[in-house]
C-alpha cells in the first residue's frame, strides 16, 4: 500500500485506480478476518478514489464504483450502521442498473448482486416486506444466470434462496421459508459434491434456515375454525411478532412432531458442519454453531426431550460465555437470549431457582446491550420468560408486574392482562430464537 500511496504522485494515471484496487482488496481481507472496524476506512477512501475516477457516465470506473459501495454498505451493516448502509447501497444499486441499461442487458450479476445486499440491510431494518422483494428478484435473475453459467452463479442462487427464507420467515409466513430453504439446501448439496468443503458455511447456514423454517412450519397445523375462533376471542389475538410466530401452539393444538422431527435432523446437520468449521480455526462458525444449538434446543423442548435441550442450550451458553471473554459486550445479544432459552429448559427440569438467576442474568445483559429502541423485542421475551419462571415459584404478583413491564415496552402489543401466565396452555410455550 506505501508503494501505491507513494507512486501515485509521480504517475497518477497508472496508480490511481491501482490505489483504489488494494484499498477495496484490503478492506475484504480485514472483514475475512474478522476486522469490520479496520475494513471501513480502507473501503470508504476507495469510495472516493473510484468516484473521482468515474467522472463520467461513460467512465470505466464507474462500475468499480458501484462494487466498492456495495463492499462499503457490507461493512457498514456488520458495525450495525445500517441507515448509513442503506444509503451505500442504494447508490450502488443505481449505478448496476444504469450500467446494464446500457448494455441493453436482461439480466445483470451486479444487478442481483446488488438486490441482495439490498435485501440484507432492509432485513436489518425490520423492513421484512421491501427485503423480500428485493431478494426475490435476486433469486428470479440469478436462476436465469445460473442457467447459462451454472458453475459461476449456482453459490449465489443458494445464498438469494436462503436469504428469501429469511425474509419469508421474519414476514411469517413457515411454508414459502421452507420451500426456498430446501432449494437453497439442494443447490448447496450438488455444490458440496463437486468440491467438498468449499461452501461448507453457506451449507450449514442454508441447513439452519431450513431447520428453523420447519420449527415454525410445525405450528401450522389446520385446526377447526370452531376451536381457533373461541381460543382468538379468549386471547384477543394481541400477540405481536415474534410472539406470534407460533400462533396455533398457542392456541393449544401443538406442533406436528413429524416436523418437528425433519427439523432435529436438519439443525443436527448443520450443527455437524459448524462443529467442523470451528474445528478448523473459523472463527466465525463458533458463534453460528452456538445460535445453531439453541434453535436445537428449542426443538428438543417441544419434542419432549427436556434433559437432551437443556444439555443442548448450555452448550451453546458455554460457547457465548467463552466469545464474550475473548470479545466483551460483542455477542451480548446472543447471550442474552441463549441464557433465555437455558431458563426455560431449567424450569422444566424443574430448577426453579436456577432459572431465576439465569433469566435475571439474561436481563442484565439485554439491558446493557440495547441502546433505545434497539433488541426491544429480546427484552420483550426475556420479560415474559422471567413472568413464567416468577409464576413457577408461586411469585405471582411479582409475575404480573413482569409481564406489565412488558406490556408497555411493547407499546400495547401484548395482552392487555397479565394474567395469562397462569394458563397451563401458555405456560412454557416461550420459545426465544437467536
Known sequence: MRIFRREVTTQ?????????????N????????????????????????????????????????????????????????????LVAIREALRIFRDLAAARTAPVDPGVAAGLTNLSDVLFCLNRHGEALAAVTEAVRDYGVLAKARPDRYLEDLARALSW????????????????????????????????????ARFHAESLRRLGSSLAELAYQQPASAAVVQGVDAAMGEALPDPFRRRPLNWRGLGPSPRVLAESRDTLTKAIQLYRSLASAGSESARPDLARTLSDLSNVLRELHVPGAALSTIREAVGILRDLDAVAPGDHDQDLALALGNLAGCLAENHHAADALATVEEALKIAGAA????????????????????????????????????????????????????????LSRRLRIRL
Open 370 to 425: 440495547s441502546r433505545p429502541g434497539a433488541h426491544e423485542d429480546v427484552v420483550i421475551a426475556l420479560l415474559l420468560e422471567y413472568a413464567l419462571v416468577l409464576h413457577d415459584l408461586g411469585r405471582e404478583s411479582e409475575a404480573e408486574v413482569a409481564t406489565r413491564e412488558a406490556q408497555v415496552l411493547s407499546g400495547g402489543r401484548l395482552l392487555p392482562d397479565p394474567m395469562w401466565v397462569r394458563s397451563n396452555a
Open 164 to 199: 428469501k427464507s429469511r425474509c419469508s420467515l421474519a414476514l411469517g409466513s413457515s411454508q414459502e421459508a421452507v420451500v426456498a430453504a430446501r432449494k437453497a439446501v439442494e443447490v448447496y448439496d450438488g455444490l458440496s459434491r463437486v468440491r467438498p468443503g468449499l461452501f
Open 12 to 24: 497518477p494515471e497508472l496508480y490511481r485506480p491501482a490505489l483504489a484496487a488494494a484499498l477495496a
Open 26 to 85: 484490503q478492506a475484504t481481507n480485514l472483514a475475512h478476518a474478522g476486522r469490520p472496524g479496520e475494513a471501513v476506512p480502507q473501503i470508504e477512501e476507495a469510495v472516493r478514489r473510484y468516484r473521482a475516477l468515474a467522472v463520467t457516465r461513460s467512465s470505466p470506473f464507474r462500475w468499480h464504483l458501484a462494487a466498492a459501495l456495495s463492499n462499503l454498505a457490507a461493512r457498514r451493516s456488520e458495525l450495525g450502521r445500517h441507515e448509513q448502509s
